[in-house]
């Protein structure tokens, strides 16, 4: 069954306290993309990666942190740094840079 | 920056109206994608158009992208309850990322 998934769904956290958002997907794709979607919002680029081991900034990187190790792995770390992390992350991946994307189910952070 | 908006950010319709979101981009784009998000959904690929001046449809989806690649337009025709969500046009420019509209809400009253 192949897919993208992100896990958990929801996630609860103390503010100061940093958080990993897992990405996995089995379409073989090369790209990966992280973006946030604040209520009523549009998408925004976190952070994307074209090919293993390199990843690029996209329009809202600070306090963010990503590393692409494995082809199928592509983890988010929000940082402490990040003011305001509450927000629906949502991971996303495609054969190649902009060709349609296919989105996982997105996570919940709630940061209090 | 390369900026896509979209028009209007909220649509409420009676069930078997008509439909229309509206995207421009601030630059020509490459290709321009269509994405819906149904409410506490992620967003799903619909189509994507190319070429200056295409159209395609899907049953009562027509989509359309403007002569200069500037602007793309959705239209539902008869709109349906399981037409409620979120349209989003994404643009590619002279990058490998997509720009993303900001959406355009639709809610369809039975």
């Known amino acids: 069954d192949g897919g993208i998934t992100q896990s958990p769904k929801y996630l609860f956290r103390k503010e100061g306290q940093n958080v990993t958002l897992s990405c996995e997907q089995n379409l073989n794709h090369d790209a990966m993309y992280w973006y946030r979607q604040d209520p009523g919002q549009g998408l925004r680029l976190i952070y994307y990666?074209?090919?293993?081991?390199?990843?690029q900034k996209g329009d809202i990187a600070e306090g963010y942190s990503v590393s692409r190790e494995k082809k199928e792995s592509f983890p988010l770390t929000v940082t402490s740094a990040q003011k305001n992390p509450t927000a629906f992350y949502l991971c996303?991946?495609?054969?190649?840079?902009?060709?349609?994307?296919?989105f996982g189910p997105g996570t919940r952070l709630t940061v209090t | 920056g390369q900026q896509v908006m979209q028009i209007p950010q909220y649509q409420h319709v009676q069930e078997g109206e008509d439909f229309t979101t509206y995207c421009n981009s601030s630059t020509t784009l490459s290709n321009i994608q269509w994405y819906k998000q149904r409410p506490g959904g992620h967003p799903v690929f619909l189509i994507q158009?190319?070429?200056?001046?295409e159209v395609k449809k899907q049953k009562r989806l027509t989509f359309q992208f403007g002569e200069a690649k500037k602007n793309s337009s959705l239209h539902i025709t008869a709109t349906q309850t399981t037409d409620v969500g979120t349209y989003f046009c994404a643009g590619k420019h002279d990058t490998d990322k997509l720009i993303f509209g900001t959406g355009t809400r639709l809610q369809v009253f039975p």
């Open positions: 990666s074209q090919i293993v081991n390199d990843f």
């Open positions: 996303a991946s495609s054969i190649g840079g902009g060709i349609e994307q296919y």
């Open positions: 158009l190319v070429k200056s001046g």
